[in-house]
């Protein structure tokens, strides 16, 4: 295809300009294209008869990571719908957010804009005189940790006069007014009177008194208002006079000495004073390193969070307003990504694949991740086919799998009748490759990222391979409207005029379902192709996220398995990629986001800002909506093809396998010309991104030529391509010349494994690449 551009996924950053190019890529993005084909033409043999029955396995398995035995708690990501991992979180209550099945742990959000009801209850119906939701009965009382105004943090049943404080009293039984930060809270209490002021500048209570507390302000020197405050103690801090009521300073930079005793003479293991008895234990809330939250009597040493750890009776160590939240609670090992797409251990989140964004790294869950495993098996010959909820299928990830797998099987599963998938979402871990091109935004290989999809896509196949029985296979075919746009169509209009008049639309519309069921006709599984990126999670995501395709199978799997958990039940939905090259399912199409207008038609760009301020949308008012339309589009197209099912796979199974070197392969173009391919290479085009996630710099899809500027820094920094490297890949502009580039790893595969499995008349190809 002439002038095609070579990225297939958005590229946000300048260092993704190295990233990923999906069109050459090394990783085994399974291309799926089903062709209906007469297996006599093909092959002479007659096909068994209509009755002919397989033996069918199917299997799921998360892929997100392993539970952690302690939940990941993060209280100060924007988003925080689902703080902890639970196993379903499957309707929204009326606060707006998802509630838990049974067991599930309430959703808490600590740090949202607007938190009048943070837990999720059944009713919320009528306002008390707090102006927040009262609950009905057995409701949890509304908490709101971050607001502005913190008046009123209980909804009770009347707050109806002021007291001397200026704020609401509670009547009887009222449960008092807390303000935990608020900007002053000389009157954090309600009080009958406070009518004179104390040596420390803070109202004084009359009888009863009720001590005035102050958890926020800058200077706390006197939290407490007391007849006098003359002396200093070895806290450098004021001690009280009889009856002393201890100083209390929550939110002060160093908190050495955080209630005031009369003797702070020696430091413990913690390196803070300890008190003398009773000793009160410290407690720092706010502080840049919490490494010993409480005193205790020994903190010798430190886990793998890189913080100390607890001797008996250990109290674990919680941190709740540091940056990065990754391992809040001190465990013996914290070796790979939890539930909440954070890691347990002390780096930061895993990288995101897809948009080659350094900075876009999981800081928690959208929806998890799951291997979903198909085998077929003629009394012969065994297939098996998986769809897996990440980006693509590297070679690494491959072959750790099929390792696994003949430990586990022998040689049952294999090179030649083993597929393996990716569903294409670009809200998935990174790390799982060996290439350095794709080890750049992830910043290297991840074995915590790593590991989970290998356990992951295993134990589906173990599941599948234990559940198998004798079944039948069913195909149909339909076509889905709205759910996808071409986003390189000025690219698609190079193709021959005549090749573009056999199709009626410049992107596949076409779904594809197999229909899985037992003897008796009951369903046990289904697969369903169709073409479209996974980017509905646009690249501003920080959320681990199946994306589209993940969410129309647990539709269908939530249709199919009444009264089951998501990721539980017997019957198995896949939605695998197929053709998906090009094809977005953000069928706004591009807008320039500083203007409104539709970008260049041409190159994608926008007058001001270029190819960063061109952006498409997808049909929701964000992004999590636009990926359940698109998710239920795709659900409702192959809950009908799957009902409608009637057109029986029969025939043998086949498979093979092949190593191909892309650099040596002589194509017969006609009777008197021949072309041979040559090392990779990325060309400018890919340095522009797409429209789902464009590049920083000024560089255009489409492009023929090259950029003097770009030119010199790549010949300075990494060397001119060679002329036999340019002349084969003319009339595209190379940028870098991966397939030449062997430091510190090869850049780019030259020797790439290509697939087929047959089950009757129906071919499954495997390519490591993006058909259109």
């Known amino acids: 295809m002439a002038n095609r551009k070579s990225a297939c996924c958005g590229v946000s950053v300048l260092e993704a300009t190295l990233a990923v190019l999906f069109i050459i890529m090394t990783t085994v993005c399974v291309v799926l294209i089903t062709m209906m084909v007469s297996w006599k033409t093909h092959t002479g043999l007659t096909p068994p008869p209509q009755n002919h029955s397989y033996l069918i396995g199917v299997g799921r398995a998360d892929c997100t990571g392993p539970p952690a035995e302690v939940p990941l708690v993060s209280t100060n990501t924007h988003h925080q719908g689902s703080l902890w991992s639970v196993p379903t979180l499957t ?29 999720s209850v059944p009713t919320l119906t009528t306002r008390g005189p707090s102006g927040q939701y009262q609950h009905s009965p057995a409701g949890v009382p509304l908490v709101s940790t971050n607001t502005h105004h913190q008046g009123s943090l209980w909804s009770v049943p009347t707050l109806t006069t002021r007291g001397p404080s200026g704020q609401y009293q509670h009547s009887p039984a009222g449960v008092p007014l807390v303000s935990t930060n608020t900007h002053h809270q000389g009157s954090l209490w309600s009080v009958p009177t406070l009518t004179t002021r104390g040596p ?7 009888p009863p008194g009720v001590p005035l507390v102050s958890t926020n302000t800058h200077h706390q020197g006197s939290l407490w208002s007391v007849p006098t405050l003359t002396t200093r103690g070895p806290s450098g801090q004021y001690q009280h006079s009889p009856p002393g009521v201890p100083l209390v300073s929550t939110n002060t930079h160093h908190q050495g000495s955080l209630w005031s005793v009369p003797t702070l003479t020696t430091r ?9 008895p009773p000793g009160v234990p410290l407690v720092s809330t706010n502080t840049h390193h919490q490494g010993s939250l409480w005193s205790v009597p020994t903190l010798t040493n430190r886990g793998p969070s890189g913080q100390y750890q607890h001797s008996p009776p250990g109290v674990p160590l919680v941190s709740t307003n540091t940056h990065h939240q990754g391992s809040l609670w001190s465990v013996p090992t914290l070796t790979c990504r939890g539930p909440s797409g954070q890691y347990q251990h002390s780096p930061p989140g895993v990288p995101l694949m897809g948009y080659a964004n350094t900075k876009q790294s999981a800081a928690g869950i959208h929806t998890r991740l799951y291997s979903r495993a198909f085998i077929i098996d003629d009394g012969k010959r065994r297939v098996v086919f998986v769809t897996a909820d990440v980006g693509m299928i590297s070679q690494r990830l491959r072959l750790e799998v099929l390792s696994a797998l003949q430990v586990k099987f022998g040689d049952v599963y294999r090179q030649e009748n083993v597929v393996l998938s990716g569903t294409h979402t670009h809200s998935g871990p990174g790390g799982y490759f060996q290439y350095t091109l794709f080890m750049v935004s992830s910043k290297g290989f991840i074995r915590s990222s790593t590991t989970p999809l290998v356990n992951g896509i295993v134990k589906s196949i173990d599941i599948a391979h234990r559940n198998m029985k004798p079944g039948r296979i069913y195909r149909s075919r339909g076509e889905l409207d709205h759910s996808s746009l071409n986003r390189s169509p000025h690219s698609y209009m190079n193709n021959p005029e005549d090749e573009r008049h ?12 197999l229909k899985f069921t037992d003897l008796d006709g009951d369903g046990i599984g289904m697969l369903t192709w169709f073409s479209v990126h996974a980017v509905s999670m646009n690249y501003t995501n920080r959320m681990v996220s199946s994306d589209n395709m993940g969410y129309a199978s647990y539709l269908l799997e939530q249709d199919k398995n009444p009264g089951e958990l998501p990721g539980q039940g017997g019957f198995v939905a896949g939605f695998s990629s197929s053709n998906l090259g090009d094809v977005s399912p953000n069928v706004r199409g591009p807008h320039c986001v500083n203007t409104g207008l539709s970008c260049d038609y041409l190159n994608a760009s926008c007058p001001v800002g270029g190819t960063k301020m061109c952006q498409a949308f997808g049909p929701g008012n964000d992004m999590f909506d636009s990926t359940s339309i698109i998710g239920h589009n795709v659900y409702r197209k192959a809950k009908e093809l799957y009902a409608s099912a009637v057109e029986e796979v029969t025939g043998a199974l086949h498979s093979a396998h092949q190593w191909v070197n892309m650099t040596d392969v002589t194509v017969q173009i006609n009777s008197s010309h021949t072309v041979s391919t040559c090392t990779p290479a990325l060309g400018h085009s890919f340095a522009a991104g797409t429209t789902d996630g464009g590049g920083d710099l000024n560089f255009t899809q489409g492009a023929v030529e090259g950029d003097p500027f770009w030119d010199g820094i790549r010949d300075a920094l990494l060397g001119e391509p060679s002329n036999k490297t340019q002349e084969c890949h003319h009339p ?41």
Do not use: C
């Open 732 to 772: 595209k502009p190379i940028l870098f010349n991966t397939g030449e580039m062997n430091w510190p790893l090869p850049w780019h595969p030259q020797i790439i494994d290509v697939q087929i499995i047959t089950i009757g008349s129906v071919a499954v190809v495997a390519v490591p690449g993006e058909m259109t």
């Open 200 to 206: 420390s500048g803070q109202y004084q209570h009359s």
């Open 502 to 513: 056999r199709y009626k639309s410049n992107t596949d519309k076409q779904v594809m379902v």
């Open 91 to 119: 309707s929204r209550g009326p606060s707006g957010q998802y509630q838990h099945s049974p067991a599930g742990v309430p959703l808490v959000s600590t740090n949202t804009h607007q938190q009048g009801s943070l837990w």
């Open 268 to 276: 413990g293991p913690s390196g803070q004073y300890q008190h003398s």
